[in-house]
Structure formats: structure tokens, C-alpha cells
């Protein structure tokens, strides 16, 4: 398996697309990309962002990166009587809903993650796939 890496300047094109899904919504948001560790590589906050989503929108893109996974599958498995119920707590705070995308190679190896708050789930998750889709993304919808 290939070794892919999130570089800077994806992480730019991540970042301005997902700002300019926001900008086109009419929402602002906080726009948190990671690299493949889960370390801040670009950040935003839009000017009437909610300053409380800035650690959410980090957090959503960590989490997308530790559990590879989307932070809405994450939140189906980790409901009450779900297998990974109670994962929230693990890892300095993990996030279970929606907002978060794993960023991949062509391969589904995971270089990164976006993470979006401040909109409404539903918004965060259209900002979130926006970026991911700009970086050529095989998760960008929640997988199976």
C-alpha cells in the first residue's frame, strides 16, 4: 500500500472549497483540516463563526483520522446499545456526529481529515464533503 500524504497545499484546496460551500450556504463555519496523525495542518474561521466550533471542527477531523471512518457512521455505531457505545470519551474526546470526513488516496488509504462546525449537522456535513470531494475523496459519503 502506498504511503499518501497530505501536503499543505492540498490541504489549502480542501480548506477554500469546503469555505466556498460555506460562503454559498450563507453559513460560517470553522474548517479544520488534519494530516494523516491527526495534527492541525490549515484552519479557518469565518468571520460570525461560533468561536465553541473551533475545537469541535478539529475535533471532527481527528476523529475522521483515528477511527477512518466518517464522524456520522461513527455516531450510528457509537448510539446507545451500539457496538462502539461510549467511544466519545476515548481518545481526549472523540465526535459522533456528523461533519467529519477521513480524507483518502486512491488506494482508501487514509492522508487526512476535514472537520466542519458551526451550521447545523446537515450544513457541516455539505461544507465537509465539499472539502473532501475537492481533495478527489473515495469517502466522501458515508460508507459502508
Do not use: C, W
Not at 460551500?21 to 474548517?31: F, L, T
Request: charged residues 15%; hydrophobic residues 50%; negative net charge.
Amino acid at each position: 500500500m502506498a504511503n499518501v500524504r497530505l501536503r499543505l497545499a492540498d490541504a489549502r484546496v480542501v480548506l477554500e472549497a469546503a469555505l466556498g460551500k460555506a460562503e454559498e450556504m450563507g453559513q460560517p463555519m470553522n474548517v479544520a483540516v488534519v494530516d494523516g496523525g491527526g495534527h492541525l495542518l490549515a484552519f479557518a474561521r469565518q468571520d460570525g463563526a461560533i468561536l465553541a466550533s473551533i475545537d469541535i471542527a478539529v475535533r471532527k477531523a481527528r476523529t475522521a483520522v483515528l477511527m477512518a471512518m466518517t464522524t456520522e457512521k461513527l455516531g450510528v455505531s457509537a448510539a446507545p446499545g451500539g457496538p462502539l457505545y461510549g467511544i466519545e470519551v476515548t481518545n481526549d474526546g472523540l465526535v459522533i456526529f456528523g461533519g467529519g470526513i477521513p480524507l483518502t488516496g486512491e488506494d482508501g488509504e487514509v492522508a487526512g481529515g476535514i472537520g466542519v462546525s458551526a451550521g447545523t449537522v446537515e450544513q457541516d456535513v455539505a461544507v465537509a464533503t465539499a472539502g473532501a470531494d475537492a481533495f478527489g475523496n473515495g469517502l466522501a459519503q458515508p460508507s459502508a
